[in-house]
């Protein structure tokens, strides 16, 4: 066993060391970045400065497309929410023809919270043109790119959150987190209002920003064993407690009660949950999701977003961990043809 052990160790080092030049960050799946040895040298956290002054960088060379209230709102906070993104008179009309959208939906429950996902493919847009229309925006697409860092096409699904539906545990998504060690893009377009006590967004404002606190934070959970931190948090989703904020200078989380109508963009290396709820509830917004190598110093290149690629990539991903299911898993299980709400829990 020990043999086969070191066999494996030996042709999957190549593998590892590449990784490090990537956005690779579980601490269990590679014992490179999980190793104390080195992370006591430092390599953790000159990973997460170099990935934060490369973003920074590019940044810049993308700011001046930006609408200058939603760069200042996020440089501040980590986050922007804009109110009545999509002309009122436009809204209903697009919201009622997503909820009544019949598609191919896959769900992954999470302790007592389901989440659905309807990909936002070809025959969805082809179904709902005012959908193609608004992600196609210039503004939201210069917004989304400079909360990337890279000039890109998110993943785009339409999304649904049920809570408290019987199951085992909590809610993970409900701890205070960061995605991972480097920025990326999250972004909600609320179809319902939320209430502040109905599985809200919350964030730490200015919680995306590498301070020397920071930083030092890093460090020292870099020292931990993999195998002494929580599941989450080793596979490089760093969950975070008032104490460790407070070390960090930062604020506790808000909690954002958001209209319907609202789009909410957040750079996820800023801590984030997905707040409790008081009582079942079902949440329903387009999803939108992009992260990247952050060490790729240009802005652009991507070939898979590229328009009639962009829009398969969803179906191609869930095909292909599918068909690897045994090898890297497949949380996302396909329920059939459904309505992105009002049929959960049905399958």
């Not at 490179?32 to 590019?58: D, I, M």
């Not at 993308?62 to 009545?84: K, Y």
């Not at 977003?305 to 949380?331: C, H, K, M, N, Y």
């Amino acid at each position: 066993m020990i043999v086969l052990k070191s066999v494996k160790s030996f042709l999957m080092f190549p593998i590892w060391m590449v990784q490090l030049g990537t956005g690779a960050k579980s601490f269990l799946d590679n014992p490179l970045l999980g190793s104390r040895r080195l992370n006591r040298l430092g390599l953790h956290r000159v990973r997460v400065q170099l990935a934060g002054s490369l973003c920074a960088w590019r940044r810049r060379r993308l700011a001046r497309r930006v609408r200058p209230e939603w760069r200042e709102a996020f440089d501040h906070d980590g986050f922007v929410a804009i109110s009545d993104f999509v002309a009122p008179e436009t809204f209903a009309a697009l919201r009622e023809a997503i909820l009544d959208y019949h598609g191919p939906a896959r769900e992954m429950r999470q302790g007592d919270a389901i989440t659905r996902r309807l990909a936002i493919d070809p025959a969805m847009l082809e179904a709902i043109p005012e959908l193609r229309r608004q992600l196609e925006r210039a503004d939201l697409k210069a917004l989304f790119a400079y909360v990337a860092g890279f000039r890109i096409t998110p993943l785009h699904y339409i999304q649904t959150i049920v809570t408290h539906d019987p199951g085992e545990g909590a809610d993970p998504q409900e701890a205070l987190h960061a995605d991972a060690f480097h920025s990326s893009l999250k972004a909600w377009l609320f179809l319902n209002p939320v209430a502040h006590d109905e599985a809200p967004f919350t964030y730490v404002r200015g919680s995306h920003r590498l301070t020397p606190e920071r930083l030092d934070w890093e460090y020292r959970r870099s020292l931990v064993g993999p195998q002494q931190m929580d599941r989450l948090s080793g596979r490089g989703s760093p969950r975070v407690n008032s104490a460790e904020l407070a070390e960090m200078g930062l604020s506790e989380p808000e909690v954002f009660a958001i209209p319907g109508n609202t789009l909410v963009v957040a750079d996820t290396l800023g801590f984030h949950a997905r707040g409790t709820s008081v009582r079942a509830v079902e949440r329903v917004e387009i999803w939108s999701y992009a992260r990247r190598n952050p060490f790729l110093p240009w802005l652009g290149g991507d070939l898979l977003s590229v328009r009639g690629v962009a829009e398969r990539r969803v179906g191609w991903l869930w095909a292909l961990r599918d068909r690897f299911a045994g090898t890297i898993g497949q949380p996302w299980q396909s329920v059939g043809i459904r309505k992105a709400a009002g049929e959960l829990g049905d399958s």
